[in-house]
């Protein structure tokens, strides 16, 4: 399988040719286009656990990510994926550390890595938004794609991030949801407001614009729904 | 009437139908610029030139240059075009007397293509992909019979044919693919294909949530099926998802 990244950073799409017998896993909605053999199976993942109801109220919740499954059979094959908004893609390689995702930022990923969704860490920040988090297990490659720029920080103590500009942290990050100034009136009134402080040592995915106050600045400029 | 001002006019007339036979050879001076993200065509008009452009796409011009608002094939093929959802508004623009520069900006940030007509060769466009074309390109709009219910995406194409430039647009990037056999494209990102060509529009089970009884989400897994040999450009983004994604910030009405 060979991935080539396109046209970075604000309109990425991701090439990726595939050798015969090849499967790729991609956020069912990704798929430009790709050869008119490819096989293709769509399906729903859920959040582990919980029975019927449980599965319901997650798929509610948003924690719940269509999936699709591309195989290429008996010939090479080509696909191109893009995320919806304007912005970059990333490969990063798995191997030894687990990868938290934001779930918007995942895109693709090879057989090798497993999907776990519903990570709960950070649940209870975004109510209100349909975000929710995946962890990325395993061995392979894993597209993640963001709204504008991704830059990447190789945290060694401590860091803070906004809530808003993160894309994907390696789980040997520890972390706590604070407030960026000393006060909460101000965390909520000025603007800055939640953010995460990350501890330890790995790599964190940042982009450089967050898709909230993005869609809340043009939002509230529009007629009412 | 004295006889050498008949002949010069003859001789005028002769001139003006040769151009109007053979425009291919004016091919049209340009220059692409701002590609991918924010792609604008600037146009190196001759003396006495009229090119068309989608209506509101000029940014600026020289001052000499004369516009005239023009609905593309007669009034009432236009209005066919509104009832069908789509309205092709075109403007002409002519350097008069000296040559000029033209430019153009497409509504929506992405890049710009140019395809050159020789009267052999069609393009099918994506509707809302035309940008500017010589006054000998012939433009006529073709409805593709679907409309999908959640996302607003339609798939409605323009037959290009002719002869002379036209240049086209899309959101996002523009990656050109030659197609030799099959090949599958989510009708969403279809920005042009050469009519040598077929296609047909289908869903394809194995894309679509809707099999998976949720509704929420609504994804149609439309696409466009191409066989045979020939050029299509796709492009890296969609209009419809951004506007979705912009909708749930939208605020709520009060009653």
Same mark, same amino acid.
């Given at each position: 399988?060979?991935v =080539?990244i396109?046209?970075?950073p604000?309109?990425a799409?991701a090439?990726? =040719?595939?050798?015969?017998?090849?499967?790729?896993t991609a956020e069912? *909605?990704a798929?430009?286009?790709?050869?008119?053999?490819?096989?293709?199976?769509?399906?729903?993942?859920?959040?582990?656990? *919980?029975?019927?109801?449980?599965?319901?109220?997650?798929?509610?919740?948003?924690e719940?990510l $269509?999936l699709?499954?591309?195989?290429?059979?008996?010939?090479?094959?080509?696909?191109?994926l893009?995320p919806k908004l304007?912005g970059d893609i990333l490969p990063y390689q798995i191997d030894q550390h687990e990868l938290v995702i934001q779930s918007t930022g995942y895109l693709a990923s090879t057989? *090798?890595v497993d999907l776990d969704l519903g990570f709960q860490g950070l649940k209870?920040v975004f109510?209100?938004?349909?975000i929710f988090w995946l962890t990325a297990s395993g061995s392979g490659l894993v597209l993640l794609s963001a709204f504008g720029g991704i830059y990447e920080i190789k945290v =060694?103590?401590?860091y803070i991030v906004d809530t808003g500009h993160i894309v994907a942290f390696e789980k040997t990050l520890s972390f706590?949801i604070?407030?960026?100034?000393?006060?909460?009136?101000?965390? $909520?009134?000025?603007?800055?407001?939640?953010v995460c402080r990350f501890q330890g040592q790995g790599r964190l995915f940042c982009q450089t614009h967050n898709p909230g106050? $993005?869609?809340?600045?043009?939002?509230?400029?529009?007629?009412?729904? | 009437?004295?006889?050498?001002?008949?002949?010069?006019?003859?001789? @005028?007339?002769?001139?003006?139908?040769?151009?109007?036979?053979? %425009?291919?050879?004016?091919?049209?001076?340009?220059?692409?610029?701002?590609?991918?993200?924010?792609?604008?065509?600037?146009?190196? #008009?001759?003396?006495?030139?009229?090119?068309?452009?989608?209506?509101?796409?000029?940014?600026?011009?020289?001052?000499?240059?004369?516009?005239?608002?023009?609905?593309?094939?007669?009034?009432?093929?236009?209005?066919?075009?509104? #009832?069908?959802?789509?309205?092709?508004?075109?403007?002409?623009?002519?350097?008069?007397?000296?040559?000029?520069?033209? @430019?153009?900006?497409?509504?929506? %940030?992405?890049?710009?293509?140019?395809?050159?007509?020789?009267?052999?060769?069609?393009?099918?466009?994506?509707?809302?992909?035309?940008?500017?074309?010589?006054?000998?390109?012939?433009?006529?709009?073709?409805?593709?019979?679907?409309?999908?219910?959640?996302?607003?995406?339609? #798939?409605?194409? @323009?037959?290009?044919?002719? !002869?002379?430039?036209?240049?086209?647009?899309?959101?996002?990037?523009?990656?050109?693919?030659?197609?030799?056999?099959?090949?599958?494209?989510?009708?969403?990102?279809?920005?042009?294909?050469?009519?040598?060509?077929? !296609?047909?529009?289908?869903?394809?089970?194995?894309?679509?949530?809707?099999?998976?009884?949720?509704?929420?989400?609504?994804?149609?897994?439309?696409?466009?099926?191409?066989?045979?040999?020939?050029? #299509?450009?796709?492009?890296?983004?969609?209009?419809?998802?951004?506007?979705?994604?912009?909708?749930?910030?939208?605020?709520?009405?009060?009653?």
């Open positions: 399988m060979k =080539d396109l046209h970075q604000e309109s799409i090439k990726i =040719d595939m050798a015969p017998q090849e499967e790729l069912a *909605g798929m430009v286009s790709m050869s008119g053999h490819m096989n293709v199976n769509t399906t729903l993942r859920k959040g582990k656990g *919980g029975g019927v109801f449980g599965g319901l109220k997650r798929m509610l919740a948003g719940s $269509f699709s499954v591309f195989r290429s059979g008996e010939q090479p094959a080509e696909i191109y893009a304007m057989p *090798g209870s109510s209100g938004e349909s =060694d103590g401590e706590s604070t407030k960026a100034g000393s006060s909460w009136v101000g965390a $909520f009134l000025g603007g800055e407001g939640l106050a $993005f869609g809340r600045l043009i939002g509230s400029k529009l007629p009412p729904r | 009437m004295p006889v050498h001002l008949k002949q010069a006019r003859c001789l @005028l007339h002769n001139l003006n139908t040769h151009s109007q036979i053979n %425009p291919m050879t004016t091919e049209t001076a340009y220059e692409i610029q701002h590609s991918p993200a924010y792609a604008a065509l600037t146009l190196q #008009l001759q003396a006495n030139q009229t090119v068309l452009v989608e209506s509101g796409a000029m940014a600026a011009m020289d001052s000499h240059i004369k516009m005239k608002s023009k609905v593309q094939g007669g009034l009432m093929k236009g209005l066919g075009r509104m #009832l069908g959802g789509e309205s092709l508004f075109v403007s002409e623009f002519t350097a008069e007397g000296r040559p000029g520069e033209l @430019l153009i900006s497409p509504g929506v %940030p992405g890049d710009i293509r140019h395809y050159h007509f020789e009267g052999n060769n069609g393009l099918m466009v994506q509707s809302s992909g035309f940008v500017a074309a010589s006054p000998t390109v012939t433009i006529d709009s073709k409805f593709q019979g679907f409309k999908g219910f959640f996302s607003g995406e339609s #798939l409605f194409l @323009l037959k290009v044919t002719g !002869y002379g430039d036209f240049w086209f647009s899309s959101f996002g990037a523009i990656i050109e693919i030659p197609v030799a056999g099959d090949y599958v494209v989510d009708t969403g990102y279809i920005v042009a294909f050469e009519d040598t060509l077929n !296609y047909k529009v289908e869903m394809l089970g194995g894309l679509s949530f809707k099999g998976l009884r949720t509704g929420i989400f609504g994804g149609e897994g439309f696409v466009c099926r191409f066989s045979g040999t020939g050029r #299509l450009w796709i492009q890296s983004r969609q209009l419809y998802p951004f506007v979705n994604f912009i909708h749930p910030f939208r605020p709520v009405k009060s009653s």
